[in-house]
């Protein structure tokens, strides 16, 4: 499985962004049967999970988002989003995205899906 992110950029605090994440190569499987998850990585920081979105489009949030960004999917596109409102400094990162057609609920906030994305870097100024 092949993920790209993009999307990222250089925004103001209170700004708005829509990251993007293009999933292929499923080895007869549908991007459908895949949890889908954004993590984040700051400099000097461990990775930290941001948001998850299972395979019937529950979602899941850490805490310090919750309410600002917005999981979604379109399985018709093999594409997860992330939308990201009331940006802060402290968001400033690079978002991975991650895959995983076996991982169990417990597991979503956890960085051990099998497969990663390359990363978009998003910096938020003051």
């Known amino acids: 499985v092949q993920l790209q992110a993009s999307g990222g950029g250089l925004v103001q605090a209170g700004d708005s962004l829509r990251l993007s994440c293009a999933a292929s190569?499923?080895?007869?499987?549908?991007?459908?049967?895949?949890?889908m998850g954004w993590f984040r990585q700051a400099p000097g920081k461990e990775r930290e999970f941001v948001s998850a979105?299972?395979?019937?489009?529950?979602?899941y949030y850490e805490d310090s988002v919750k309410g600002r960004f917005t999981i979604s999917r379109d399985n018709a596109k093999n594409t997860v989003y992330l939308q990201m409102h009331s940006l802060k400094i402290e968001d400033t990162a690079v978002y991975y995205c991650?895959?995983?057609?076996?991982?169990?609920?417990?597991?979503?906030?956890?960085?051990?899906?099998?497969?990663w994305g390359q990363g978009t870097q998003v910096t938020v100024s003051s």
């Open positions: 979105i299972s395979r019937t489009g529950g979602t």
């Open positions: 991650a895959a995983d057609s076996s991982i169990i609920l417990s597991d979503y906030g956890r960085a051990v899906y099998d497969y």
């Open positions: 190569g499923f080895s007869g499987r549908t991007f459908r049967s895949y949890v």
